[in-house]
Each structure stands twice: as C-alpha cells, then as structure tokens.
C-alpha cells in the first residue's frame, strides 16, 4: 500500500507542478464566472442558466484535463525513461500503474472540487444560498464518476499508444460514449449487420450518458438539476458501481499490457 | 540447452560452475538471449546471444564491452525490465522478476531521467518508500545519501536545474536509498568529469568495503582495473571472457620501456627496438625477446645512466581490443 500512495502522491504532485493543468482550471473558473454574465441577458432563468454554464465548465475541462493527464501518463514515464529508475525497485507493475491513476483521480477530485465551489460561489452570488441544494453535490458526484471512466480508458490507450492517438482515442470514446442512447436508436432504425455492428459498439463501449442524466426519462419520470430531487441515491449508487467496475476492467486491461511490455 | 561459456578464467577454482555452487552467488545469467523485433517488417536483432555469468556475493564485478555490445540489455534483463527471448535469470536465487529480491537490490539506469519537478529530497523519499523504508527512516537516510554523494548545497533545488554530474549522483543516491545488499550500476561514470569519475569510483570501493555486491558496466577501463575483483567481456552480444583480471590478461611481456639519462655514447638499439618521442630524457621500446640486460650493460658502458626499466604486459585495453577483434575477424 505504501507503495501505490507514493506513486499516486508523485503522480498528484507532478500534476500540481504542472502549469499547463493550471491554466485549464483557469479557464474553466472563467467560463464559471462568465455564468454570471449571461444570467444577467437571460430573463428570470438567471439560476438555469448559471447551473446549467457551470455545470458545462465542469464536465468539459474535468475531461478535458482526465484525457490530457491520462494519455500522457504512462507514455511519459516510457519516454522519458524515468520508469528505468521505479520500475526494478520492489513495486509490481500493476502497483505501479494502479497509483498513476490514483494520483490522476486525486487531481480530478481536487480540480472537481475547486470548479464545483466556483460553481456554487456563482450560483449563490446570484440567487442566494437555497441555489445550492442536494442536486448541485450530485450532478458534480456524476461527473467525477464520469472522468473516473474516461481516465482509465485515457490510460489503457496510453499503455501502448503515442499521447496524440490516445488523446485522439480517448476523446472518440467520450464522443460516442455521450451519445450511446442516440447510437442505440440509431442501431435499431439502421438494422442488418451495421446496426448489429452500432449495437456491439454500444455494449463495449462505455454509456456515459448516465453521467448527464438531467433532462432524461428515467424509469418513466423525467428528470432534471434544475428541480425537484434530481436523482435518487440508488441512481447514484448503481452509476457509480458502474463507473467503478468499468473503470477496474479496462485498467485491468492496462495493466495486462503493461505487465509483458520490454523497457528497452 | 545450456551454450558453451567461455571458461572462467581464474586460478582460485577450476571452472565457473564449480566456483558458483562453492560461493554464494548473487545474481547469475544461464545462456541468456534477447531477441528484438525492429520495423515495420518486424527485422529480428539479437542483441544478446547466450551470455552466462554469475556475480558472487561481496565482489565488485565489471562488465565490459563497447558500444552496442549488449550491456545494458542483459542488465535490463537482470533488472526484471526486459523479459530474455529464452534463458533464465536469477537474482539472490529467485528468478527475475522477484519483489523479495528487488528489495535487496539497488539499480542506477544508463543516462537516468528523473522526475524533474521534484527536489533531491523529494526524490529520495519517494525512492524510500517503493522500497517500503518508513518515514522516519527515509529522511535520514536521505540526509546521509545527500551527504555522502556531495549533494548536499542541492538539496533544495528542482532536479530540472541538476548537470550531468549531479544527476549521476542522484541517481546513486535513489540506489542506495533502500540499503541494498546487491548494487547494480549500468555506465555509471559516463558524462562525468575526472573528479567526478574518480568520486564514484571510490564510492563503489566503499560499497565494495561495506561488503555490497557492486556489478557495475562501463567502457573505461582505467576504472575497471582499479576497482574490479572480477570482469565480464561482452562483445556482439556474446560473452567473451570472464573472470579475474589477472587470470584473464596474460602474464607474458610484451616489451620493455627503458629511459635513459644521458643517452650513451654509441646507442646500439636490438633489433625491432624502437625510440619514443619526447624531449630530454631517452625512452626506448624494446620488443618481447629481446636481452634487455645486455642492452642495460652496454648502455652504462656507454656512459648512460638508468632512470627506469618497465615490462610491459598485457594491459585490459589490449585484452579489450583482442576479443572485439576477435569478434570481428
């Protein structure tokens, strides 16, 4: 154990040294803070429209900044050599690349944290404290389970493939990932052996669509962050099941590949 | 199937094998092979071809070859880095890769990249804790290593501002952070200056004294003979010689370099004897063979004093060069 956190505090550490990350996050306060603005040219959606941008900035550069950490993690520690040094101490490979993607979650949790008090300091500012409620604490919950997901398939790509293809990868599989209700009915209207093959795509690639749920019908109730409960605590249970277990086989997979790689 | 090894040359015991189950033997190699595959066709590289030694416990032992010989594979292979094509590799009697092993074993790569945004300090400490050394153990060590590798006015600044020198340095600080038994050092004098060659060669005779097994490759060979008890030729991928340096280099002389002051009168040089350049003093190189004593008798009939008289044998250069000629013809 003692192990795993030495190399997740590097990896957090390295991640907090690093100014391009800083600049992200700054932007994304930005686009936070911009909430305000444009509740002002909306007309009685001020809050809406605050939650609603927040809420964006979070899910955008908390991915944006999963990916970006994530194809170059285990890519740098090959080109770079550094893995020479940790490698032959008395660490197994899967320790090795289960504390890189604890430290990678340690900085998105931190970068979800500071970006969701950002979004809560707006959406206080203008509507008062009953703007932050339950809902707020669960959509930001969904979308760190959903850069949990995105994180470990960034690695997987990393564990064999060049930064820019990973990144390239890894940003299809949110792409598409989003869109798995959409693919599905297109699956169903294309039918034959392309919708065969949509259908195959859908069960292997992750649903994080889950992540996003407001607006959607679940188990025939619509639901929404703006009102009401938003969703229920078994909701939250079972994604993040779901999160964790998708998360554990394709860095599993990772560390598959990883276990039989030459450092030459 | 286990290759021929090249017999170990060494007058204490009769064979390699004989020597290895007499003594405690560290890490050993048993016809190890590494075959890359290159390109987009897949080329096939051999890089090392059937290498057999073993490293015995307390000895410093070097490991030689040019260039591409193969060094840094076969100890990336001991390392647990790189798996052999075929062969087997063991450390502390456990195969490759093995953490009860790996925990006694301290390793400096070749040209070492470290994390650069972290400060010697931090650095060690990280080291320590992947060896599983607690906290409190690691700040004094690290302390002691920052100290005894002359780091010491650096321990504050990011590795990313280091030389070359220091990062060697550092680099066998992070070795030594889990108190190995058994350190394993791949070039560690390329890049350094004189002073900074001869601070790791004595630090790798301490090691030495402190009773750590020290296997360490290299190209300069001035090092090795002040350092080494045993030696390993690699060349092409194949081991060439291995054993003591004195068994290995022969004992024969090659020639005899005399320097004389004042010349004689009449200097009637032996045939195939040769001068030396230089100024003042008269150096001569007389070939093997050739009746030094009588040449000595009438250079002082000759009036000539006789400042010195050195046999020449086989140096480590010349065994060097003869076994990575060898390979080539």
Redesign the interface.
């Known amino acids: 154990m ?2 795993i ?3 997740a ?2 990896t957090f ?2 991640a907090a ?1 690093n100014k391009i990350l800083y600049s992200l996050l700054f932007f994304a306060l930005a686009l936070i803070a911009s909430a305000l603005a444009l509740g002002q040219l909306s007309v009685h959606e001020e809050r809406r429209m605050i939650r609603d941008v927040g809420l964006f900035g979070v899910d955008v550069f908390s991915v944006l900044i999963a990916i970006f950490v994530g194809v170059n993690l285990l890519y740098k520690e090959l080109a ?3 893995v ?9 490979r899967w320790e090795f690349v289960l504390g890189k993607w604890l430290g990678v979650m340690a900085t998105l949790v931190a970068q979800i944290v500071v970006m969701g008090v950002a979004v809560a300091v707006t959406s206080w500012f203008e509507s008062g404290s009953e703007a932050v409620d339950a809902a707020l604490v669960k959509a930001l919950w969904l979308l760190l389970m959903n850069v949990t997901i995105v994180t470990s398939v960034a690695m997987l790509f990393s564990s064999f493939s060049s930064p820019f293809l990973s990144g390239l990868f890894s940003l299809g599989v949110f792409v598409v990932g989003r869109s798995v209700p959409d693919v599905r009915v297109l699956a169903e209207r294309v039918g034959g052996a392309p919708g065969r093959v949509l259908s195959a795509g859908c069960a292997v690639l992750p649903n994080l669509h889950l992540f996003t749920p407001s607006g959607s019908a679940i188990a025939g109730q619509h639901i929404t962050v703006h009102a009401g409960p938003f969703v229920g605590a078994s909701y939250l249970a079972w994604t993040s099941l779901y999160a964790i277990g998708y998360s554990t086989v394709v860095l599993g997979l990772a560390m598959l590949i990883f276990r ?1 790689r ?3 | 199937m286990i290759a021929a090894r090249p017999a170990e040359a060494d007058a204490a015991a009769p064979s390699g094998t004989a020597r290895a189950s007499a003594r405690d033997v560290v890490l050993r190699a048993e016809d190890v092979r590494k075959t ?1 595959r290159l390109g987009f066709f897949r080329k096939r590289v051999e890089a090392v071809r059937g290498v057999s030694f073993t490293v015995e416990r307390g000895e410093i032992f070097g490991f030689l070859g040019p260039n591409g010989a193969g060094k840094t ?1 076969t100890l ?1 292979m001991l ?5 052999p094509t075929s062969g087997r590799v063991e450390a502390l009697g456990r195969a490759v890769p093995d ?2 092993a ?2 006694r ?1 301290g ?1 400096l ?1 070749e ?5 650069e ?2 400060t010697p300090e ?1 650095f060690l400490d ?2 320590g ?4 050394v607690p906290a409190a153990a690691r700040r004094r060590r690290a302390d002691q290593l920052l100290g005894r590798v002359g780091l010491d006015h650096a321990r504050g600044r990011p590795l990313r501002k280091f030389s070359k020198g220091m990062l060697q340095r550092i ?1 066998i600080a ?1 070795a030594l952070m ?1 108190d190995p038994d058994v350190v ?1 050092l791949d070039e560690p004098m390329t890049g350094l200056d004189p002073l900074g060659r001869k601070d790791v060669r004595d630090l790798i005779l301490e090691l030495g004294r402190e009773g750590k097994t020290v296997l360490y490759s290299t190209h300069i060979l001035p090092d090795v003979e002040m350092t080494c008890d045993r030696v390993a030729i690699v060349v092409g991928g194949r081991l060439r010689s291995v054993g003591r340096l004195a068994s290995l280099l022969s004992a024969r002389v090659l020639s005899t370099e005399i320097v004389l002051r004042p010349a004689p009168a009449r200097p009637g040089l032996p045939a195939g004897a040769r001068r030396l350049p230089g100024e003042g003093d008269v150096a001569l190189e007389l070939p093997a063979g050739a009746d030094v004593d009588a040449f000595l008798r009438a250079a002082q009939a000759g009036g000539a004093g006789i400042v010195s008289v050195t046999p020449r044998r086989e140096s480590l250069e010349d065994l060097f060069v003869r076994e990575a000629q060898e390979k080539r013809e």
């Open positions: 003692r192990r956190a030495a190399v505090r590097n550490r390295e040294r770079l050599k550094t020479y040094t940790i490698l032959p101490k008395p660490i197994a039989r030459d450092f030459v | 890359f594979t990336k390392m647990g880095l790189i798996f953490r009860a790996k925990r074993i390793y790569p040209t070492p990249y470290f994390y945004y972290l931090e990280f080291a804790a992947l060896c599983d680099g992070q889990g394993v």
